[in-house]
């Protein structure tokens, strides 16, 4: 008996480690295509449509003190960006425009997962 409790605790763990994504692969397949994510090459560098994810973190860290208001902060600017909103300066809107909402897209979980993930990251 104990060896099948034990038997099916692995399967149900293996099947979840197969079935959700990693945050830094969520990160890079829902956010990566306009914010730099992963690996940077030149080609990266010179296709950039928006600031990097780093860029987003420094923000979030220096205007929020509270971990979960910046991510409140990112989750609620993905699902519903607009230009008051902005953190970032005019420069970034006139150069990248403002952020299209990516509602329907991605869930605010995935979004908690990627801005912890983003947030723990060091650079
Ligand atoms: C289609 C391109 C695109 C995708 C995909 C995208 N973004 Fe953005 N994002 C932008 C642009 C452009 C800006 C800069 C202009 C702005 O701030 O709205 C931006 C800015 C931001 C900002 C900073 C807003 C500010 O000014 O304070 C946050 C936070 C953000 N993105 C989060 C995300 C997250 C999280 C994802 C993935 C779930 C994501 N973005 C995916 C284009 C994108």
Not at 42 to 52: G, T, V
Not at 72 to 81: G, K, Q, V
């Amino acid at each position: 008996m104990k060896k099948i409790v034990s038997l099916s605790l692995i399967v149900g763990a293996l099947c979840t480690m197969f079935a959700s994504e990693s945050p830094e692969e969520l990160a890079t397949k829902k956010c990566g295509e306009c914010h730099l994510m992963g690996a940077i090459t030149k080609e990266k560098l010179d296709n950039m449509k928006a600031p990097p994810y780093w860029a987003i973190a420094k923000k979030a860290r220096e205007r929020y003190e509270n971990e979960e208001d910046k991510i409140s902060y990112i989750i609620d600017y993905a699902l519903h960006p607009s230009e008051d909103k902005m953190l970032f300066p005019v420069d970034t809107k006139q150069k990248f425009g403002v952020m299209p909402s990516l509602e329907g897209k991605v869930t605010a979980e995935e979004i908690r997962k990627i801005s912890t993930y983003i947030l723990e990251k060091k650079f």
